[in-house]
């Protein structure tokens, strides 16, 4: 077969060499008219692992105390990177390393749940920019992802679409996982191809409940069995995601109570002792220095005596659910042994898609959604809602979504500075890596330092699988990859650094990095911190973004940015912000600080829709897709028919009783209840039973104002008589849940009213014909652009954090 032009995808259709006379005598047929397409002779199969949300310092691998035998299992046969980089958040990295272009080139400057009208932060990847999966799907690969997806705008997250947002549009022949920031591990609301798929049924089955990592490998080694079965020869490419290890840390009691005790002597000691365990395994130098703790983050010695038990606790769970995560990669790599092509296998193993995440702020906290809702909860507060919840032992359970302390996720990125939403310093944006190609690599077990970003990967795979990246796509002219192969790393310890020069920036956080030399220019907010006067500082009219302090490392002599040179050089500290700016311009980083411009009264023109009507079996509507009824008046309404002998069930319910609403029958009389993050709990209910017969029914909320977290007055309506009502001091003033979705006739998944969670999904026994929201009820015209900038800003808090 003659080999086809791959620089303009999808592959020409080959021209015809046999011969076509008016019959078939003398006849001959080209059978390559009916071969697909096929890439070049010994291209490998490539499987790309990468875990949320985890530091440099977590994995044993690299000195960690999270024991990872499948990840050292891999580095001892393989190599371990000691120095890749990647952005400091989670969309912004996937974007990055599915391109091979900087993130905010491709429309990903933040996390997309958040997008804006700027072309560095749409979380819309431009068509000049064609991923990975689609260029290895054209030249003959068979591609697949599983878990944590991350690259849907919010509002696309729908049957409506537009689907070439979702996996399958990038290229990837087969999706199984969550098209969000985070997911409940328990109870996820799942996605399979281009279909939402909701909570599978086993979340009810309490003897063997389903559990959203083993069900990830599960389906890995489905999917690469039936590849097998149809085609001995065709490589595959798999993007194993997972959801771990982003909160809500979810595990089984098993796994986490495997490191009882072990975090007793608290986040400092644990620095330390990590600390010496890398430089016992030489994943860094000898002469590297642990840099010292933030005043942001407290001594362990000042946490209260009765605390720290607690405080262990979250350390126990993270650690377990993280082990837990290494075990089903190494399933899936069985598999692949199994299947006699591990040797033919390359393995890129990524521990973390930025530093581990400080978004527990520093109590840690029983539902992760609280910092994102700017709910200030003391550490005392957070031990009594744990314990409403079950206590320590339900740490990890379905019950709680928790996140851990912001200062173990500062040890989880020892020997560095801060962590996750940091792009500024080495605690965001340095993690570890490990390859693995048996067939390839000569000194299995070796240490490769070279300098690699996130953008290297995809330009790496492509290298190796021998596929030039494609100048022309569906027509249109490509953007150049920005990321360099460092395929020759493989074979050479002493491979020339390739990647000399990178921008990073992270919610202003930024930094600039050259031949050594690395420009940090960190903004002073605490990255947890998203309070109105926290922000001040960064209004459009205030912040002077030169005027942040500027720190200069020269990392060949200071692996861990112990030491900070600006003042001896203040030459090269101008020359690398000429450098920052130069860079950010030419990569659409601009403006600074555009994933906060909600916050500034940047938002997108008013809806035109006042009222959303649902009609029929409506299931798993996206948290960031249902009615936008936070922080001001609103209405539920619902037509019904209620037979004879009565009805009970969920009219619509969003989320779950961490953070979400109901409006259901129960006892016969329309209830409503309302969860304030699982911190407020109110609850409504009838007077008195329904009639039969067609109803009408109704919730109306009457807010004191349009504000965050605004109060106000609950009235149910029956045939629009009222029927009962109450006040609710609190409501939730960002988003519900990360993950959690909306449903008509039912609460799927986790439900909102502990009540009725025996009979979930508690499903309505009558009919319901429409439900409707209005978000305008009696609603004045001039207060529409106050409640409007107030629910925007809402929704941008949420994406900071996902």
């Known amino acids: 077969m003659r080999e086809p032009d791959r620089t303009t995808l999808p592959l020409t259709t080959p021209p015809f060499e046999g011969r076509a006379n008016r019959t078939l005598r003398g006849s001959t047929p080209d059978w390559n008219l009916i071969r697909h397409p096929e890439p070049p002779q010994g291209a490998p199969n490539v499987l790309l692992v990468l875990i949320d949300d985890a530091g440099f310092g977590n994995p044993s691998t690299f000195g960690g105390p999270i024991q990872t035998p499948n990840y050292t299992r891999l580095a001892e ?38 997008s804006s009208g700027f072309p560095g932060y749409t979380a819309m990847v431009p068509l000049e920019c064609a991923p990975l999966p689609r260029i290895l799907r054209d030249n003959g690969y068979s591609t697949a992802a599983f878990g944590k997806w991350h690259l849907t705008p919010d509002g696309q997250q729908g049957p409506a679409g537009p689907l070439g947002r979702w996996p399958t549009g990038w290229g990837f022949d087969y999706f199984y996982g969550f098209l969000g920031g985070d997911s409940g591990q328990w109870d996820p609301c799942l996605a399979e191809n281009q279909k939402i798929i909701g909570t599978p049924a086993e979340y009810d089955d309490e003897e063997n409940p389903y559990y959203l990592p083993d069900a990830m490998a599960d389906r890995t080694i489905e999917w690469l069995h039936g590849v097998r079965g149809q085609d001995a020869r065709k490589p595959f490419f798999v993007y194993f995601s997972t959801g771990c290890s982003h909160a809500p840390h979810h595990v089984a009691s098993e796994w986490a109570d495997r490191y009882k005790g072990q975090f007793d002597q608290g986040w400092d000691m644990l620095r330390e002792e990590v600390f010496a365990r890398q430089k016992e395994l030489g994943v860094i130098p000898a002469d590297a220095e642990l840099t010292a703790r933030d005043d942001a983050f407290p001594a362990w010695a000042d946490v209260p005596p ?48 930025n530093g581990a995440s400080m978004e527990g702020t520093i109590t840690g906290s029983f539902n992760e959604m609280t910092m994102q809702n700017g709910i200030p ?109 460092f395929a020759d790393s493989l074979l050479d310890a002493a491979a020339p650094e390739r990647h000399t020069q990178q921008y990073f ?119 960031g897709m249902i009615p936008r009824i936070y922080n001001r008046s609103y209405a539920i309404s619902a037509e019904l028919v ?41 609850r409504q209910q009838a007077d008195t039973p329904l009639p039969t017969g067609e109803v009408s029914v109704r919730m109306e909320f009457a807010a004191d104002a349009a504000k965050p977290a605004t109060g106000g007055q609950v009235t149910l309506f029956v045939n629009d008589t009222p029927v009962g009502g109450g006040r609710m001091d609190h409501t939730v003033p960002m988003r519900f849940s990360a993950y959690a979705g909306m449903d008509i006739g039912r609460d799927n998944g986790g439900v909102v009213d502990l009540s009725y969670a025996d009979r979930r999904p508690f499903a309505f026994t009558g ?18 652009q106050a409640i409007h900038t107030v629910a925007h800003h809402a929704h941008a808090a949420h994406g900071l954090s996902s």
């Open 77 to 114: 046969a393989g190599l371990r990177y000691n120095r890749f980089h990647v952005t400091a958040l989670c969309s912004p990295t996937r974007a990055a390393l599915l391109t091979a272009r900087n993130n905010h080139t491709v429309g990903f400057g933040s996390v997309g749940e958040f």
């Open 306 to 353: 009765r605390l720290k038990a607690f405080y262990a606790r979250q350390m126990e769970v993270y650690a377990g659910y993280s082990e837990n995560a290494d075990h089903n990669v190494g399933r899936v790599i069985d598999a692949i042994e199994e299947l006699g092509e591990l040797d033919n296998t390359l393995v890129i193993w990524i521990w973390g898609d």
């Open 377 to 485: 909860l003391t550490d005392e507060m957070q031990l009594q809602l744990s314990e409403r919840y079950g206590g320590e032992e339900s740490w990890g359970a379905p019950i709680m979504d928790p996140h851990y302390s912001a200062a173990w996720a500062w040890a989880g990125n020892t020997p560095f500075k801060w962590g996750k939403q940091v792009g500024s310093h080495l605690g965001g944006t340095r993690n570890p890596m490990v390859i693995h190609w048996p067939e390839r690599i000569v000194d299995p077990g070796g240490l490769r330092s070279q300098f690699t970003h996130v953008t290297d990967v995809g330009a790496t795979i492509l290298d190796i699988a021998g596929i030039p990246a494609p100048s022309r796509v569906d027509g249109i002219e490509q953007e150049p990859l920005h990321g360099f192969t």
């Open 505 to 623: 920036e992270t919610i202003g956080n930024r930094a600039m990095y050259k031949d050594g030399w690395w420009l940090a220019m960190k903004t002073p907010r605490i990255p947890w911190v998203l309070t109105p006067e926290a922000l001040r500082p960064y209004a459009p009219d205030v912040w002077d973004p030169d005027g942040d302090p500027a720190e200069l490392y020269y990392l060949p002599d200071d692996f861990s940015q112990a030491h900070d040179l600006a003042a001896d050089h203040p030459d090269k500290v101008r020359e690398l912000r000429k450098l920052f700016w130069k860079e950010a311009e030419r990569y659409k980083v601009l403006p600074l600080l555009a994933t906060l411009s909600a916050f500034f009264g940047i938002t997108p023109p008013l809806e035109a829709t006042d009222k959303i009507e649902f009609r029929g079996d409506v299931q798993n509507v996206a948290p």
């Open 642 to 682: 209620i037979p004879p002998d009565g009805a009970e069930g969920v009219i619509v319910a969003e989320a779950d009783h961490l953070g979400g609403f109901s409006l259901f029958v129960d006892g016969g009389r329309l209830t409503h209840t309302y969860s304030m993050m699982g911190v407020f709990v109110y």
């Open 767 to 784: 009919t319901i014909k429409k439900v409707a929201f209005d978000v305008k009820p009696h609603r004045r015209a001039k207060d529409e």
